[in-house]
Structure formats: structure tokens, C-alpha cells
């Protein structure tokens, strides 16, 4: 099993520019999560699912979309990338009970906007 | 509100000696604990977790953590430290829903020196 893996690994975009970043995971996990990691801060929650077709807001929502359409996969948009957007995201995936909580992480994608 | 306090942002040993990390939570009922580590350009990856029982939980690579709810904290133990334990620790607590989402401290970061 590959666990969690995210697309890409690394990315530069220019500010006001839009992307994609892709979580898959292969353990069949209900809840996917995504956040972003910046020095000193731990990592915040961007948004989460708790199941296929359902989105909802984490703590530091603003300027990201996402998207659950396949249970295995979570994509997060940026629609206008700005310089505060630079930092290192992370998806996770999690079962429900008894596993619920025990977060798996991808290895991350780190985005920086000029 | 649900957080999580990691007093100790970076911390040097000399490999060999003992370790300790300190964790604080807050949190009303008995909160679910996790410890999980960052090795450097990697993912996290979970060393222990205390849902309820026996105060004193084994993790991986050594690692033990014990929770004492009068002081409201889940401290990070190894009695010797090996170089490759470098890297970023993180404390999170099980947030108050049934969705799985974590709430991460602001990370310590381990250095041992030779």
C-alpha cells in the first residue's frame, strides 16, 4: 500500500495564479484532512471530509476549495494564489472508530507564491 | 476552546541521555492525546496515542508518554536518545466532534548532539 501521497511535491506559482494540489489515499479512510504547516505555528486545518461528497471548513479556510468526489481522493484548490499562501501542505487521512483520530500523513507539498 | 502547548520550542541532548517533552492541553472531559514525529522533508507519522486506561502509553522507537490529568499534560519520555530522533515533535489532542480533527501544538524541535 502507498498510504497517503499527494501531487506535487514542490510548486512555485506567481501571485494570483491558480492550482491544484491532489491527496489520494489507498486504506479507504472516511475522513481526509488537509493542512498547511508554517515555522513555529504547528500545522492548522484547512478544511476537512468526513465522507465522499462532503466538504467542510477548518480553522484557516480563506482562499482554498476543496473537493471529496471519490472516497480516496481530496483535492484542495487555490483559485488566486497570494505570498501569504507560501508554506507546506500536508492531507491526512483518518478511519472512523475505533481508529478515529489516528491520522495518516502524506509527504507533503511545499508551495511558494512570488 | 480546545488547545494544546508546547512549552519548549527547541531542545538540544546530547545523544544518549534521557528526554522529556513537554505537553499541556486544555480540554474539559478526558481528551484523546497524540504524539506524532517530523523527520526532516517528511510527513508525520504517529509515536503514541492515550485514549482512556492505564496513564503510562508505549509508543514506537521507544518513546513513552505519560498522562496526568491534574497537571493536564501528556509529556513525551525516551529514556536514551539516538541521533536519528533529530526532528520535530508534535502534541495534539482529539477535537470535541465526532470528526476525527486534531488540534496540534506548535512543535518542539529535537537537535542531538554527538
Known amino acids: 500500500n502507498a498510504g497517503v501521497t499527494q501531487t506535487p511535491k514542490f510548486r512555485v506559482l506567481k501571485t494570483g495564479q491558480s492550482m491544484t494540489l491532489l491527496c489520494a489515499q489507498d486504506m479507504n479512510h472516511e475522513y481526509m484532512y488537509w493542512y498547511r504547516q508554517d515555522p513555529g505555528m504547528g500545522l492548522r486545518l484547512i478544511h476537512y471530509?468526513?465522507?465522499?461528497?462532503?466538504?467542510a471548513k477548518g480553522e484557516v479556510p480563506d482562499g482554498y476549495n476543496v473537493s471529496r468526489l471519490k472516497k480516496q481522493n481530496f483535492l484542495l484548490g487555490l483559485e488566486s494564489a497570494a505570498p501569504s499562501q507560501t508554506s507546506v501542505y500536508f492531507c491526512?487521512?483518518?478511519?472512523?472508530?475505533?481508529?478515529?483520530?489516528?491520522?495518516?500523513f502524506g509527504p507533503g507539498t511545499r508551495l511558494t507564491v512570488t | 476552546a480546545q488547545s494544546v502547548t508546547q512549552p519548549d520550542i527547541h531542545i538540544t541532548v546530547s545523544e544518549g541521555a534521557s528526554l522529556e517533552l513537554r505537553c499541556n492541553y486544555s480540554?474539559?472531559?478526558?481528551?484523546?492525546l497524540f504524539w506524532y514525529v517530523q523527520s526532516p522533508g517528511q510527513g508525520l507519522q504517529l509515536l503514541l496515542k492515550?485514549?482512556?486506561?492505564?496513564?503510562l502509553v508505549q509508543g514506537i522507537k521507544g518513546f513513552e508518554a505519560e498522562f496526568k490529568r491534574s497537571q493536564s499534560s501528556f509529556n513525551l519520555r525516551k529514556p536514551s536518545v539516538h541521533w536519528s530522533d533529530a526532528a520535530e515533535y508534535f502534541c495534539?489532542?482529539?477535537?470535541?466532534?465526532?470528526?476525527?480533527?486534531?488540534?496540534f501544538g506548535q512543535g518542539t524541535t529535537l537537535q542531538v548532539k554527538p
Open positions: 492515550y485514549f482512556s486506561g492505564d496513564t
Open positions: 471530509s468526513v465522507g465522499e461528497g462532503t466538504t
Open positions: 491526512a487521512s483518518s478511519p472512523t472508530r475505533p481508529g478515529l483520530y489516528e491520522q495518516y
Open positions: 480540554y474539559g472531559a478526558t481528551p484523546y
Open positions: 495534539a489532542v482529539g477535537a470535541a466532534s465526532n470528526t476525527g480533527k486534531l488540534i
